[in-house]
Structures are given as structure tokens and as C-alpha cells.
């Protein structure tokens, strides 16, 4: 992955922040919590970003309430407080929560829009996970439902709604019935892309606010780059 795309609490793209919670756009690169490669963590960026805005000497706190691969862009929420990171981790994790994605894919899907249901085997030493159609020993239930928003030349966008939300879900259910996300080596794409980004994007997501309880809907724009410019300017 290309270190050149990381995120500053100056480029940080911030689509909605208030005292409980704050949403930012992931850009394609970003890791959302720190790992063994060292490299800056987006909830880091994040947290200077707050420190810098909002003048507060010392230690800022941020929940990480949920991830994205770090190939993929869009929607990422982190919580403010702690009562907010509770409330959260409880919606996420009881799937109260409703998130839509983006994935431009090589070859469009037959039929164009439908329902995929699969068991997902993890292999944790490859990261990945294989879709199997019947159930097999320790393999997840995993079902999305995709349909068809516009098409190019060469590629198609689909936009997925996750029922259920496993390893790798989408990358490899759409492998599975032979559409490949663009860029996406590890599950059949032909080449990466140069930035070593997959064009997978969280687009938008659907939750109470876990203080105020009122419904809330956020959208992502989508990358700057010429393939999701040019057919991912749908409503």
C-alpha cells in the first residue's frame, strides 16, 4: 500500500462531528487502528484533529467502534465519549445499524441485482476468506443483497447492502460468482490498482445517535480518482 495517501488532521475529511460522535471519510490507505506496520492510524489523525479544533491539553479520548480494510475508503465513525462508545459497540454488534457500500466491479453481475448467500470459511494465515455455497465445518452465514447502478466500457458499479457482516464479506462473495472489486488481487482482480487501493467504498450508513436517539443517515463522497468520478456520480 502506498504511504503517500495517509491522512492529516489537515486533509481529514470530516463528514459530521458533534460531542458524542464524529464520521470521517477513510481515504483508500488509511488504517483505522494501529498494527504492526507502524504507521499512523487514522483515529490518531483523528484525535489531533479534535485536540487542534477544540484547544484540549492532553490525552483525547476516541472509541474505535468499527473498521474498514485498509485497501477500502468511505464511511468510519468513532465515538467522543464513553457512554457513546458503549451505546455503539452495542448497535454495531446486535447489526442495528444499516451500511450500504460501493464496489466497482469487472464484469457485471447476472442476474444485475439479487441476493448472495454463502458460508465464508476465514483462513487467518492468508487474511482471506473463501465462499462456499453449502455450509461447511466453522464457516460463517454470510448474505448481501447487491443491485445495479451504472455501467462503463469496462467496469460496473453495484451498490451492496450487508445482511450480515464477516471477514472480507463482499470482496469475496463478489469473487464468488466471478466479479472481482477492481484492484482487488487477493480476491481475482486481473491488476492492482497503483495505489494499492480496491475500489470498495462505504457509502453511507444508517444508526441512532446513541445519545439523542434520533435516526441519523450518512453519505461518503466518493474517491478522487477518474474511474469512481466518472460512474460513481449517482444518486
Given at each position: 500500500m502506498s504511504n503517500?495517501?495517509?491522512?492529516?488532521?489537515?486533509?481529514l475529511q470530516v463528514i459530521y462531528e458533534d460531542n458524542h460522535l464524529i464520521v470521517v471519510?477513510?481515504?483508500p490507505g488509511d488504517i483505522?487502528?494501529?498494527?504492526?506496520t507502524g504507521d499512523t492510524a487514522l483515529s490518531e489523525v483523528v484525535k489531533e484533529y479534535i485536540a487542534i479544533k477544540y484547544g484540549k491539553?492532553?490525552?483525547?479520548?476516541?472509541?474505535v467502534v468499527h473498521r474498514l480494510d485498509r485497501p477500502t475508503s468511505g464511511l468510519i465513525v468513532f465515538a467522543?465519549?464513553?457512554?457513546?462508545?458503549a451505546r455503539l459497540n452495542k448497535m454495531f454488534a446486535q447489526r442495528e445499524t444499516k451500511k450500504t457500500y460501493w464496489a466497482m466491479v469487472k464484469s457485471t453481475p447476472d442476474p444485475t441485482q439479487g441476493?448472495?448467500?454463502?458460508?465464508?470459511?476465514?483462513n487467518h494465515k492468508q487474511n482471506k476468506s473463501y465462499a462456499h455455497i453449502k455450509p461447511v465445518q466453522e464457516a460463517k452465514h454470510a448474505v448481501l443483497n447487491y443491485r445495479t447502478l451504472a455501467q462503463s466500457d469496462h467496469y460496473t458499479l453495484l451498490e451492496i447492502d450487508l445482511e450480515?457482516?464477516?471477514h472480507h464479506q463482499i470482496r469475496a462473495q463478489l469473487s464468488a460468482i466471478g466479479c472481482p472489486i477492481k484492484g482487488d488481487l487477493k480476491y481475482g482482480a486481473k491488476r492492482s490498482n497503483s495505489d494499492g487501493s480496491i475500489h470498495l467504498h462505504a457509502r453511507a450508513l444508517e444508526l441512532l445517535h446513541p445519545v439523542q436517539k434520533e435516526p441519523m443517515t450518512f453519505v461518503a463522497p466518493v474517491p478522487e480518482e477518474p474511474l469512481w468520478q466518472s460512474i460513481g456520480q449517482v444518486d
Open positions: 503517500t495517501n495517509h491522512s492529516t488532521a489537515d486533509n471519510n477513510k481515504r483505522v487502528q494501529g498494527d504492526k491539553p492532553g490525552a483525547v479520548f476516541l472509541g467522543r465519549t464513553s457512554k457513546a462508545l441476493r448472495l448467500e454463502h458460508y465464508l470459511l476465514r450480515t457482516g464477516r
